[in-house]
């Protein structure tokens, strides 16, 4: 399965814009980008996710590598509700459905 | 829709005892799977089905068995517990459409403690 490497953790300051990156050096050309995030004591949420062009939606924007080698999730404001652990996951191109999580990062956000 | 359903919320059991985790969908999706994380860890895959009556192993399935009767219901079975099963369980579901549109939704997770 290829894998992604994401920081241990970032800070932000509120209302400030927040880049959280993720390296895939080994991502195959049918493998999807996905993100999800974990809020406190919850189970992880969907994000957003892409395959090479960068996607928007309402939570965030995926900035994908023209190699996509890697790809940033963009917060364009970061608020304290946005404090979570974030998992970058390469959806399994080899059509058998797995899901493989890393340890992801931890995002803290600074009133 | 209810979602991603999981029972109970948290659970005690000495070692050598078994149990079932519950876990139901209303979304009919195809795919349903069960992960553990332990303490400040990220997510690991213990088993997963791609439908009634097909299941799978992930990274770390020694110790539990699952069954996939119907395409709701997807439940965790723990055999003999162990304290290294100590851990939080979420139970997730997706459908197996195009990849693009294959969003996974989670349950609130169950908290197993093995004593």
């Known amino acids: 399965d290829a894998k992604t490497t994401q920081p241990n953790s970032m800070e932000s300051n509120e209302e400030e814009p927040v880049h959280l990156p993720c390296n895939h050096s080994?991502?195959?050309?049918?493998?999807?980008i996905h993100w999800y995030r974990q809020l406190p004591s919850q189970g992880p949420e969907y994000v957003i996710h892409?395959?090479?062009s960068n996607v928007n939606n309402r939570m965030a924007s995926l900035a994908i590598a023209e190699d996509r080698k890697s790809s940033t999730l963009i917060l364009h404001r970061a608020t304290l509700r946005d404090a979570a652990v974030y998992y970058c996951?390469?959806?399994?191109?080899?059509?058998?459905?797995?899901?493989?999580f890393g340890t992801g990062t931890r995002l803290k956000v600074l009133a | 829709n209810a979602g991603v359903t999981q029972t109970p919320k948290f659970q005690v059991l000495k070692t050598g005892q078994s149990m079932t985790l519950q876990c139901a969908q209303d979304?009919?999706?195809?795919?349903m799977s069960w992960y553990r994380q332990d303490p400040g860890m990220g997510l690991r895959l213990i088993h997963y089905?791609?439908?009634?009556?097909?299941?799978d192993q992930g990274e770390v399935p020694n110790g539990y068995n699952v069954s996939r009767s119907t395409t709701e219901d997807f439940p965790l079975r723990l055999l003999s517990a162990a304290p290294s099963q100590t851990s939080v369980y979420f139970c997730?579901?997706?459908?197996?459409?195009?990849?693009?549109?294959?969003?996974?939704?989670f349950g609130p997770g169950t908290r197993l403690t093995v004593l």
């Open positions: 997730a579901s997706r459908r197996t459409g195009t990849k693009s549109t294959d969003t996974q939704y």
């Open positions: 080994t991502i195959s050309g049918t493998d999807y």
């Open positions: 892409g395959l090479t």
């Open positions: 996951i390469l959806r399994d191109g080899s059509g058998t459905y797995k899901y493989i």
């Open positions: 979304m009919n999706h195809e795919y």
């Open positions: 089905s791609v439908g009634a009556g097909i299941t």
